[in-house]
Nanobody
Framework: VQLQASGGGLVQAGESLKLSCVASRGTFSRYSMGWFRQAPGKEREFVSGIRYNGGSTYYSESVKGRFIISRDNAKNTVDLQMNTLKPEDTAVYYC??????????????????WGQGTQVTVSS
């Protein structure tokens, strides 16, 4: 499966952004999907994940209550609605597809396919 992320940009603290990731060349509905981010000088970190059928969602503690992940298997898309953005949310955001089990859903090496990343910058 190939992934293309979009929707990043420059916003002020407190504002919202919606990231989208569209999949092609694969059976999207089979994959669990994840969003990860990487800030300059830091390791890539898990942000949110969603099971193949949307039945379960997962969030890092830093975004829980502010971000919402969703997917539309008919459109081969997974979205990340980011609300109340903070400067510390500034990073390149990546979508990923894979078959993680519950205990590995937050691990980047559980995902075999990655999009190219989209930059999110939050000014204070």
């Amino acid at each position: 499966v190939q992934l293309q992320a979009s929707g990043g940009g420059l916003v002020q603290a407190g504002e919202s952004l919606k990231l989208s990731c569209v999949a092609s060349r694969g059976t999207f509905s089979r994959y669990s999907m994840g969003w990860f981010r990487q800030a300059p000088g830091k390791e890539r970190e898990f942000v949110s994940g969603i099971r193949y059928n949307g039945g379960s969602t997962y969030y890092s503690e830093s975004v829980k209550g502010r971000f919402i992940i969703s997917r539309d298997n008919a459109k081969n898309t997974v979205d990340l609605q980011m609300n109340t953005l903070k400067p510390e949310d500034t990073a390149v955001y990546y979508c990923a597809a894979g078959f993680p089990i519950t205990s590995t859903i937050k691990l980047s090496n559980a995902y075999a396919h990655w999009g190219q990343g989209t930059q999110v910058t939050v000014s204070s």
